[in-house]
């Protein structure tokens, strides 16, 4: 059972948008910054986006994080086959004084 | 460019001890905390252990505290997992990552199978 709950997939059509949450608690999304992984099949987790909403270089600005309160969002807009992945939000809690993550959210374009 | 590369994964025996590593080049490897995050075959992510640039702090998962150590060589450039009494739940693939709160870079990862 992960800290941090996601919806374990979500589908959408090539061109649509695409919405993937991540619920905390006070201790971690409601204190501290959210960041969002894509890992493709068979490589490594990438980072996507950090601080709740900041795209590193390399980032499409299809991609958008939102924080509010203790939950977390990403954006996924002009989907794209590529884009077909596990989603990961991560972010510190200071009550575990560790790192966690969310379960994973497998993106599917139809 | 930055670079990750873990190394020291395979197959040891249940109660058995294995030592990864992580060769980091490409960026000032004092300025950054490192953290090891596993997965486990078909599962999410998993923070496993995370350590300060000069090593005055650590910290560990549950899940793994008494029987992990991590460590940094600041001289050599290197991170490492020292993991005993090794259990069939600690089989997964262990990533090095650069970071405490976000992770940056991630290596591709070592796998380690823990099986009689």
């Known amino acids: 059972q992960s800290v941090l709950t996601q919806p374990p997939s979500v589908s959408a059509a090539p061109g649509q948008k695409v919405t993937i949450s991540c619920s905390g608690s006070?201790?971690?999304?409601?204190?501290?910054?959210v960041s969002w992984y894509q890992q493709i099949a068979g490589t490594a987790p990438k980072l996507l986006i950090s601080d709740n909403s900041q795209r590193p270089s390399g980032t499409p600005d299809r991609f958008s994080g939102s924080k509010s309160g203790t939950s977390a969002t990403l954006g996924i807009t002009g989907l794209q086959t590529g884009d077909e992945a596990d989603y990961y939000c991560?972010?510190?809690?200071?009550?575990?004084?560790?790192?966690?993550f969310g379960g994973g959210t497998r993106l599917t374009v139809l | 460019q930055v670079q990750l590369v873990e190394s020291g994964g395979g197959l040891v025996k249940p109660g058995g001890s294995l030592r990864l590593s992580c060769a980091a080049s490409?960026?000032?490897?004092?300025?950054?905390?490192l953290t090891w995050i596993r997965q486990a075959p078909g599962k999410g992510l998993e923070w496993v252990s995370y350590i300060s640039t000069r090593s005055a702090y650590t910290n560990y998962a549950d899940s793994v505290k008494g029987r992990f150590t991590i460590s940094r060589d600041n001289a050599e450039n290197s991170l490492s997992l020292q993991m005993n009494s090794l259990r069939a739940e600690d089989t997964a693939v262990y990533y090095c990552a650069r970071g405490r709160n976000s992770f940056d870079n991630w290596g591709q990862g070592t796998p380690v199978t823990v099986s009689s």
């Open positions: 006070s201790s971690n999304i409601g204190s501290n910054h």
């Open positions: 991560g972010v510190w809690d200071d009550s575990l004084s560790t790192g966690v």
């Open positions: 490409g960026f000032t490897f004092t300025d950054y905390y």
